[in-house]
């Protein structure tokens, strides 16, 4: 991944996968049902298409005249709508999901903390078997590579702040290892006492506690990482990129909509971006 310093903070920016495309077939042959124009097209599979429907064809076409005339010139942008894009976000932060999700038409797939942060809770855990708990947390922590900032400095900042809320919770709560580990794998906390390393490897090994992250999300911070499946429309898409792609932006959305639009292919920025006219 791609690091990068901002305001004296080092960085990690997302990566962005296309993982698939509707094509602009449909598109069109929404705007020429509007016109019953489809003899004016300049693609053969679209003028027979109420006759001898080629739908492999229809989807694999690269240029529409009508598509781009509706869309910069009579600026109908409805028909735009029905041509989608999924991408496969990674390592972008939950800082920028706040934003990202103020964009209502999407549909948005997030990986779930809480189902999933499993391997923080045992490093606290086990964390409590050695006699420089927060030394032991810190290391493994880092490996885990759970935040979009990589300097390693403020780093220890934050991570120093996730170890201090799960000991706050700790020493309230004579419950903590019932509610943080699974009843089948409490036998192991005294089977591999003063030994974190053995017993981190032996939770992580073991059965997960069902719902475990409900009472310890509250350790989260805007720079943990997330990663999320998003489909636009790419009428929606145009607006994304209007407003993220831009010097206006936070810097960490307007690292992810660069992304987004680098495997946006360029038929479809085409028809949203003024740049590609």
């Known amino acids: 991944m791609q690091k990068i310093e901002m305001y004296h903070i080092e960085y990690e ?4 996968t296309l993982l698939q495309e509707s094509g602009l077939g449909v598109a069109e042959i929404a705007a020429r049902t509007c016109y019953d124009s489809f003899d004016n097209s300049e693609n053969e599979c679209i003028k027979k298409a109420m006759t001898s429907m080629d739908t492999e064809a229809i989807n694999a076409i690269d240029n529409s005249e009508l598509l781009s005339n509706l869309a910069w010139v009579h600026h109908h942008h409805s028909i735009i709508e029905h041509a989608t894009l999924s991408f496969l976000v990674q390592g972008t ?11 209502r038409l999407q549909a948005i797939s997030v990986r779930s903390t809480r ?28 490996l885990l590579d759970l935040f979009v900032i990589t300097d390693e400095a403020y780093l220890q900042i934050e991570i120093r702040a996730i170890y201090d809320k799960f000991m706050f919770q700790y020493q309230r709560n004579r419950d903590f290892l019932e509610e943080a580990v699974a009843k089948s794998s409490l ?10 390393e053995a017993l981190f490897k032996a939770l992580e090994e073991g059965k997960k506690k069902r719902n475990v992250g409900d009472g310890f ?14 489909t636009f429309n790419i009428r929606s898409l145009k607006n994304y990129f209007d407003l993220r792609d831009s010097g206006a932006a936070w810097f960490q959305i307007r690292w992810l909509a660069e992304k987004m639009k680098e495997v946006t292919p360029t038929k479809y920025l085409k028809l949203i971006d003024k740049n590609y006219k």
């Open 115 to 142: 189902y999933t942060m499993s391997s923080v809770i045992n490093a606290f855990t086990a964390s409590l078997q050695s006699e420089n708990g927060f030394d032991f947390f810190l290391k493994t922590l880092l």
């Open 217 to 230: 999300k509250h350790i989260v911070s805007d720079n943990w990482k997330v990663d999320m499946v998003i």
């Open 13 to 16: 920016k997302p990566t962005v």
């Open 187 to 196: 036998p192991l906390i005294e089977q591999h006492k003063n030994n974190p």
């Open 93 to 103: 932060s939950r800082g920028v999901l706040q934003e990202h999700a103020r964009h």
